[in-house]
């Protein structure tokens, strides 16, 4: 792992955030929580929720948030900015403690996603070194006493990594690199448009090894993977947004076994076109049987059954992006009009927070 010597990008404005507490700890409940960023009367923020939008803590944030990093063994979480993100901000799930803003070094930015590996001990953040073009797994020192500092940083196995996840073996990583060519200078503009590489790869947690490049087949190369969900049974979920025509209808989500070609699902022409080409989200409910995907470009989630990739339903909401495993069989739905939403493939939608007036659920929504 190469260390980087260069100077830190310190937040430190931040750092003297203390979270506001509900009267109710979060640690004393036993109902299902929620961790997700909102932006509210002007303001962006992180909260901790319930199903019904109460919420146990709320972080301030300096810009908009996209996903977090959760470690619920240890009650901390670490909140990242959306793409191109320059701050990271770690907390304590009870609000306890001050955030703490995380060490960004010069020529990288988050791509709004991290994860903790399963010990606790280290931080994996998704960045770009957008003046090298590609992607890296910035490492950081998640360990008691260490405070979070930056020790060094994976290669990401191609470019755009977008969304990190751990692996159910605790020593695998997979990066969803969506392949398109990015620098802050021009927001999120697709510099390479005409040669997108997009990639899932698999990588040692703790050498950054590269253990497996796994590529789409060459029509579909404009098709960008993103975003990535876990089955039952440990099998990887992925959903893609599309860089090409906007009258093509390519399928967007897919599912990959390690040493085995990606599988891709379409579902019905109708839920196909739906989409918008555009997967923002990708769950699965709380049994591992049903995947959830969902799309605020085209209004809808879509379900699949994990075992065969079977379309088994859909339901249309608009401007939503956020869901997360509520039951078996059930999820958890936020949009961008303020709502909250009981959805599931059984049954019509029920409305557990109404849409509320300068409130609005950013893209993810994660299950504590």
């Known amino acids: 792992m190469a260390i980087d010597r260069r100077q830190f990008v310190a937040l430190a404005a931040m750092a003297g955030c203390a979270p506001r507490t509900a009267a109710r700890a979060w640690a004393a409940s036993e109902a299902p929580r ?3 960023a909102r932006q509210r009367a002007g303001r962006f923020e992180a909260v901790v929720m319930n199903a019904q939008g109460t919420t146990d803590i709320v972080v301030p944030l300096p810009d908009r948030g996209h996903s977090f990093a959760i470690d619920p063994a240890r009650g901390r979480a670490v909140a990242f900015g959306r793409q191109p993100g320059f701050f990271a901000l770690a907390f304590d ?79 695998t990583l997979c990066v969803a690199n969506g392949g398109v060519l990015t620098h802050p200078d021009y927001g999120k503009l697709a510099l390479n448009e005409s040669a997108i590489t997009p990639s899932l790869d698999y990588i040692d947690a703790l050498s950054g090894t590269l253990l497996e490049h796994v590529t789409l087949d060459r029509s579909l190369g404009a098709l960008s993977l993103r975003h990535l969900g876990l089955a039952g049974d440990g099998t990887l979920w992925f959903g893609c947004q599309y860089n090409g025509p ?15 070609a990606p599988e891709l699902f379409a579902g019905p022409p109708e839920v196909l076109r739906g989409f918008g080409n555009y997967i923002g989200s990708v769950t699965a409910d709380r049994s591992g049987h049903v995947i959830a995907t969902s799309s605020p470009v085209g209004g809808q989630v879509v379900y699949w059954e994990a075992s065969s990739g079977r379309y088994l339903g859909v339901t249309p909401l608009h401007d939503g992006c956020g869901i ?41 929504l994660r299950a504590i």
């Not at 070194?129 to 191609?158: K, N, T």
């Open 93 to 171: 799930l009870a609000g306890k403690q001050a955030p703490k803003a995380l060490p960004l070094p010069a020529g990288r930015h988050y791509f709004g996603h991290g994860v903790f590996t399963p010990d606790g001990t280290r931080l994996i953040a998704a960045e770009n070194d957008y003046e090298q073009g590609r992607s890296v797994l910035g490492v950081y020192d998640a360990s008691a006493g260490g405070d979070y500092r930056r020790i060094g940083e994976f290669d990401g196995g191609g470019i755009g990594a977008h969304e990190v996840i751990a692996m159910p073996d605790g020593r």
């Open 246 to 260: 906007a009258g093509d209808r390519p399928p967007l989500v897919g599912r990959h076994r390690r040493g085995h």
């Open 34 to 36: 929620y961790l997700t």
């Open 324 to 364: 997360a495993p509520l039951g078996d069989d059930d999820f958890l739905f936020s949009s961008g009009n303020g709502t909250l939403e009981r959805v599931s493939p059984a049954r019509p939608p029920i409305v557990t927070l109404p849409a509320a007036s300068g409130l609005a659920w950013d893209n993810h």
